[in-house]
């Protein structure tokens, strides 16, 4: 039945009373139509080179992880039911440079990172971020020659270090770059590299968004950035080009599509996983995560009920999971009930 449909049916009032279904917690409980469960999270993770945790000043709650914490965190994690980690690191400066070499090699923050939690055992899915911000010295995604972003010599990049990650242990690959013809020549990569089963996550809809900005401060390539990514992420103002570009992700490899920032595009989420029928995830990014976390400390939002709401809407507006970094709380609020 379409959304259409379900408007059209008969009956009106008064033998139709719409509120006698939510009239107790048991009829609603009945007629729910979606549900969030700490299946539906992904936690994106920050990792730091030196042991303990540094907070992450526009994203209050969140810490860059050292290596003798990281393995507790994930192995909290994956207890409360959450089925995988982003993984983003956080470069020191004197390890960035214009070709970006840090971003495949095999010693790197990430791969270690990746090998630590390989080697605990844990149950959890290892999802490594793909593009070159955090080792690029002007802070952009792809390589840049005379001041532009030069998409082919950045997919030969991009797949060094997609294929360096899956050697150190990840599961997934996820090009956040948003380079043309990238998930095709990942994947080729991969399976030349023998990793048939590395999966591909697709930014496929990123958009050029002003609520990356915690981030930024988060993987420290917000200082480096010279000029903006608009020349490779997409208009906040489309939405035929976002299915555009996840039908050719598909058609390219992609395993699994992915949408970018996640409240403010419901719409582009919506859209792609309907019209294309693959699964699709939501990233709730540091902007909305600061965004929320802002306004309950002034106590002018409930957190708790705000998060789960929030996480809730990603779901019925279609999404199969939702990066968020409010997971591991919101597996805490759904395992207390
Ligand atoms: C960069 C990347 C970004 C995010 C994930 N990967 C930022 C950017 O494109 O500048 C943003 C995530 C967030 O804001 O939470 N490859």
Not at 78 to 95: C, M, N, Q, R, S
Request: aromatic letters at 6%; charged letters at 25%.
């Amino acid at each position: 039945m379409t959304d259409r449909d379900a408007t059209r049916l008969p009956g009106s009032f008064p033998r139709v009373r719409m509120r006698r279904n939510r009239a107790s917690a048991w009829s609603r409980a009945l007629v729910r139509e979606h549900a969030l469960t700490p299946a539906d999270l992904i936690w994106p993770i920050f990792v730091q080179e030196q042991d303990g945790r540094t907070p992450i000043a526009s994203m209050p709650g969140q810490d860059r992880l050292g290596p003798d914490v990281l393995v507790d965190a994930v192995g909290r994690a994956a207890e409360l039911g959450i089925p995988a980690i982003a993984l983003f690191p956080y470069v020191t400066d004197d390890k960035k440079t214009e070709a970006c070499e840090e971003a495949w090699n095999p010693d790197n923050l990430v791969c270690r990172s990746l090998r630590a939690i390989r080697a605990a055992g844990l149950q959890i899915g290892l999802i490594c971020d793909v593009a070159l911000d955090p080792y690029n010295s002007n802070g952009h995604d792809g390589l840049v020659v005379d001041g532009r972003i030069v998409n082919d010599p950045t997919l030969e990049a991009l797949c060094k270090q997609a294929v360096t990650q899956a050697d150190a242990g990840g599961d997934v690959q996820a090009p956040s770059d948003m380079m043309d013809g990238r998930i095709a020549a990942i994947r080729d990569a991969l399976d030349a590299a023998d990793h048939h089963d590395q999966a591909i996550l697709s930014y496929a809809a990123k958009y050029a968004s002003a609520y990356y900005g915690p981030f930024r401060d988060a993987v420290g390539s917000g200082g480096a950035l010279k000029g903006d990514k608009k020349t490779y992420q997409m208009d906040p103002a489309n939405t035929d080009e976002a299915v555009r570009e996840a039908a050719l992700d598909l058609a390219e490899g992609a395993d699994l599509l992915m949408v970018k920032p996640g409240l403010p595009y419901l719409d582009v989420l919506r859209r792609v996983r309907h019209e294309l029928g693959a699964p699709t995830f939501a990233y709730q990014v540091s902007g909305e995560y600061a965004q929320l976390c802002a306004a309950a400390a002034n106590g002018w939002l409930d957190r708790e009920k705000v998060v789960l709401e929030t996480l809730l809407c990603f779901k019925r507006a279609g999404a199969d999971a939702v990066l968020s970094y409010f997971a591991v709380e919101a597996a805490g609020l759904l395992a207390r009930g």
